[in-house]
């Protein structure tokens, strides 16, 4: 997963609550809460019987239309059709998620699993930026260890799939991608604060989709148990 690198400068916390600093923060939010809507509606249509078997038919291509997506989404945020860039990303992330969520609703109790995922991913979410908000604190510390970690559970999921076929991986890696992304949360929030509205609204909010989109993709992980 590729990340924007964005000149971060100290902020006082007078100019991180000032109108100027909350109007962009309701700009991102709007980027952010229309997106996911995005996402749904691209689910939608992922569900419908000829998407659906196209994309579940060709994971692998999907995997890497995925990766692909993220890169050209993450380099034209800040261009002059940020905004259709990342609306059209929003709307296939949703798409490739189909399968996902279909496999899911087909097995017992498969609606309150996605809605309980969905309502953790919410509070868990809502709650670390509220801490973030008030806090004020400097998350930026935690890039190296949190990029780290994510290549490392990659790789092991990878390794799991192809090699190792262990039950017990399978079972923490989620965990462990969850303790990840809520991470990743507190340090793009953070670069977000402090930034003095140099990262675009777009952009911004692409980091924050990102980061709970895979959230919610962990918290099914684990409650969608047989």
């Known amino acids: 997963m590729q990340r924007e690198r964005f000149q971060l400068t100290a902020v006082p916390l007078s100019i991180v609550d000032s109108p100027a600093?909350?109007?962009?923060?309701?700009?991102?939010?709007?980027?952010?809460?229309?997106?996911?809507?995005?996402?749904?509606?691209g689910t939608?249509?992922?569900?419908?019987?000829?998407?659906?078997a196209l994309v579940a038919g060709h994971p692998f291509i999907g995997m890497l239309g995925m990766?692909?997506?993220?890169?050209?989404?993450?380099?034209?945020?800040t261009g002059p059709r940020a905004g259709t860039a990342y609306y059209v990303f929003t709307f296939a992330m949703g798409l490739l998620m189909a399968p996902i969520i279909y496999v899911t609703l087909s097995r017992f109790n498969g609606l309150q699993t996605l809605a309980m995922a969905g309502g953790i991913t919410i509070v868990n979410t809502l709650a670390l930026s509220a801490y973030a908000w008030i806090s004020k604190r400097d998350f930026s510390f935690m890039g190296g260890f949190l990029i780290t970690g994510l290549i490392t559970m990659i790789v092991a999921q990878l390794l799991n799939a192809f090699w190792l076929h262990s039950p017990l991986l399978e079972s923490v890696v989620p965990m462990v991608l969850i303790l990840l992304f809520n991470g990743?949360?507190?340090?793009?929030?953070?670069?977000?604060?402090?930034?003095?509205?140099?990262?675009?609204?777009?952009?911004?909010?692409?980091?924050?989709?990102?980061?709970?989109?895979?959230?919610?993709?962990?918290?099914?992980?684990?409650?969608?148990?047989?």
């Not at 939608?44 to 659906?52: A, K, N, S, W």
């Not at 990766?67 to 945020?77: E, F, K, P, R, Y």
């Open 184 to 226: 990743f949360i507190l340090y793009d929030l953070s670069r977000i604060l402090n930034s003095a509205r140099s990262i675009p609204p777009t952009a911004a909010a692409l980091m924050l989709f990102l980061d709970i989109f895979n959230l919610f993709l962990a918290w099914l992980r684990v409650l969608d148990r047989d």
């Open 44 to 52: 939608q249509v992922g569900m419908m019987p000829p998407v659906l």
């Open 21 to 41: 600093q909350v109007a962009y923060l309701r700009k991102v939010l709007g980027y952010l809460l229309i997106g996911l809507l995005v996402a749904a509606a």
């Open 67 to 77: 990766i692909g997506l993220i890169i050209w989404a993450t380099s034209a945020s």
